[in-house]
């Protein structure tokens, strides 16, 4: 049943088969998936600690993985709760496709950022059960006036989506009244070696992340946030994704990056509630005053690494895992057999010298070379054509999620800009930061404890 009972008679996407499936003797893609959204969301409880399992096939279990915590597998078409402690899509197991937004906000006018914050949580909570942006938002409101709803993903599945909102330092500023509001650990990454950020990829008042298992419902949701905020907010700059880089839940395997290598083999887990609480969620003595309000919540951390994908072609396998710390078939710490082995940073190699390098990657991020840091990794690789030179344009976009950005990303981030061999390879060329607020209770919306 549509949790928006003033649609009655409208075909929800989490229903509907896909257009011409049937006509060509085909099932609709909800049967090819599983089930339908609604009856695999039926029984899931939303909150800290809750698992939206997607499979992670028998591959993961032969690796070594410990064993899963987690819920039965949901079908990726699956609907996902939108209200909760915490935002969706943050300890939510990965989904393989995203649309991030970072955006300004153009008007002087409090009360239409307000009024904005406040549709968006409305629109965003129908586009993630499966419906509409607005009720009939497709052809509802007749044809003298444009439609609610753009129609891409009319007829799709809710497919997973999730999507989270972040404010950035910017937003804190004198044009709202909100300096009082800023939270202490919101502030710009400081400027590390080596990193090439362009204007154009960097900063932003606000950012949507859009996370679902179909490209188009992720890239509705985004267009259609866009859509309601037009002449309150513009796109900044914006980044689709593909293929997540790292497991946010045992339930899943850990994927690979563009260089071939299984990537966030260690990450911060949904199972972990003691982890994520120590290193994720912002603690209520964490944030005094005016940011109190971000108790629950998370602060995310936004980087576009483009990697030198053709120089790394050329570069023989033994030089690429010594660079990574990993072997490349497996993932397994290097001097040791499966993916996941406890690294072993004193032993040694045939030749007398340390089997993981000592400025392996693996080595240089570990949380026992820097007193005991840890973040939610999130990242998604990107292909985006070629540049003038017919190199292409690829690599991770980079997400992370943690308590305190200070604390966490800008220490590994420094450890990493000064020693790790890997930059040779890549380059950081678009950054953000952004306070992503806790999860909205009934009744509330995104922009009420900002403006309360």
């Given at each position: 049943m549509s949790p928006f009972p003033e649609e009655a008679g409208v075909p929800e996407r989490a229903d509907a088969t896909v257009p011409g499936a049937e006509a060509d003797g085909g099932v609709?893609?909800?049967?090819?998936?599983?089930?339908?959204?609604?009856?695999a969301v039926a029984?899931?409880?939303?909150?800290?600690?809750?698992?939206?399992?997607?499979?992670?096939?028998?591959?993961?279990?032969?690796?070594?993985?410990?064993?899963?915590?987690?819920?039965?597998?949901?079908?990726?078409?699956?609907?996902?709760?939108?209200?909760?402690?915490?935002?969706?899509?943050?300890?939510?197991?990965?989904?393989?496709?995203?649309?991030?937004?970072?955006?300004?906000?153009?008007?002087?006018?409090?009360?239409?950022?307000r009024q904005l914050l406040e549709d968006w949580t409305r629109a965003a909570e129908r586009m993630t059960a499966g419906a509409e942006a607005a009720p009939g938002g497709l052809v509802g409101?007749?044809?003298?006036?444009?439609?609610?709803?753009?129609?891409?993903?009319?007829?799709?599945?809710?497919?997973?989506?999730?999507?989270?909102?972040?404010?950035?330092?910017?937003?804190?500023?004198?044009?709202?009244?909100?300096?009082?509001?800023?939270?202490?650990?919101?502030?710009?990454?400081?400027?590390?070696?080596?990193?090439?950020?362009?204007?154009?990829?960097t900063g932003g008042d606000l950012c949507i992340q859009a996370c679902a298992n179909d490209p188009q419902v992720a890239v509705h949701a985004v267009r259609n946030l866009v859509r309601?905020?037009?002449?309150?907010?513009?796109?900044?700059?914006?980044?689709?994704?593909?293929?997540?880089?790292?497991?946010?839940?045992?339930?899943?395997?850990?994927?690979?990056?563009?260089?071939?290598?299984?990537?966030?083999?260690?990450?911060v887990k949904a199972e972990e509630p003691e982890g994520l609480a120590q290193h994720v969620w912002v603690a209520p003595d964490d944030e005094t005053g005016g940011g109190a309000w971000m108790s629950g919540g998370s602060y995310l951390v936004a980087r576009r690494i483009r990697m030198h994908i053709e120089v790394w072609d050329r570069t023989s396998l033994q030089?690429?895992?010594?660079?990574?710390?990993?072997?490349?078939?497996?993932?397994?710490?290097?001097?040791?057999?499966?993916?996941f082995d406890t690294l072993d940073f004193a032993k040694k190699g045939p030749d007398g010298q340390p089997a993981i390098p000592v400025n392996a990657h693996v080595r240089l991020a570990h949380e026992s070379q820097l007193g005991g840091v840890r973040i939610l990794r999130r990242g998604y690789n990107f292909t985006d054509g070629s540049d003038g030179v017919g190199h292409l344009d690829a690599g991770l976009f980079f997400l992370a999620y943690m308590r305190d950005p200070g604390k966490q990303f800008v220490p590994m981030q420094?450890?990493?800009?000064?020693?790790?061999?890997?930059?040779?390879?890549?380059?950081?060329?678009?950054?953000?930061?952004?306070?992503?607020?806790?999860?909205v209770k009934d009744g509330e919306h995104w922009g009420q404890a900002l403006f309360a």
């Open positions: 609709s893609r909800r049967r090819l998936l599983g089930v339908s959204g609604t009856a029984g899931v409880v939303a909150g800290a600690g809750t698992v939206y399992a997607v499979s992670r096939g028998d591959a993961a279990a032969a690796a070594g993985a410990p064993t899963s915590t987690a819920a039965p597998a949901l079908a990726l078409d699956a609907a996902i709760p939108f209200r909760g402690e915490h935002q969706a899509g943050i300890v939510t197991p990965a989904q393989d496709r995203l649309h991030f937004v970072a955006l300004d906000v153009v008007t002087k006018d409090p009360a239409q950022l409101g007749g044809p003298n006036r444009a439609p609610e709803d753009t129609g891409e993903a009319y007829g799709l599945p809710a497919s997973g989506l999730t999507i989270t909102i972040g404010y950035g330092p910017s937003l804190f500023d004198d044009r709202f009244g909100l300096a009082s509001k800023r939270p202490a650990a919101l502030q710009d990454l400081p400027a590390f070696t080596g990193d090439q950020l362009d204007p154009r990829r309601l905020g037009f002449g309150v907010v513009a796109v900044r700059w914006s980044q689709l994704g593909f293929g997540r880089t790292s497991s946010t839940s045992t339930a899943q395997a850990t994927p690979r990056n563009m260089f071939g290598f299984k990537d966030g083999t260690n990450n030089e690429q895992e010594d660079i990574i710390g990993r072997d490349k078939k497996e993932g397994a710490p290097l001097g040791q057999a499966k993916e420094r450890a990493l800009a000064k020693a790790d061999v890997l930059n040779e390879y890549i380059e950081h060329n678009g950054s953000a930061v952004f306070a992503c607020p806790p999860g």
